[in-house]
């Protein structure tokens, strides 16, 4: 089925994230965040599909337009969902606006 077979018709979730940016000298800018969520996006049937998620990690600018991206991810999965209780992950990545 549709959406509501799978209970995708019911979804909830927040999160709240405080982070730090500040310049180091002539060598750019860095930035500090992490982030707490939980959520569950099939909120409508009976099962256990809640997770929550820890996330930290840094950001640097070595140019106002370029950003060098590094997070560390902990998932906490509900057993039912997943048949695991969690996940750990590194995510890298880059950014350029132009």
Do not use: C, M
């Not at 959406?3 to 060598?27: H, M, N, T």
């Amino acid at each position: 089925g549709g959406a509501a077979a799978d209970g995708r018709d019911v979804q909830y979730g927040w999160y709240i994230e405080p982070s730090y940016r500040f310049e180091v000298g002539k060598y750019g800018e860095l930035g500090f965040f992490g982030r707490y969520s939980d959520y569950d996006n099939e909120a409508g049937n009976s099962s256990d599909t809640n997770i929550t998620q820890f996330d930290f990690g840094l950001n640097y600018w070595p140019h106002p337009q370029v950003v060098l991206k590094a997070d560390w991810q902990i998932e906490d999965q509900a057993l039912e969902t997943t048949g695991k209780t969690g996940e750990e992950r590194l995510n890298l990545g880059v950014g350029y606006q132009f």
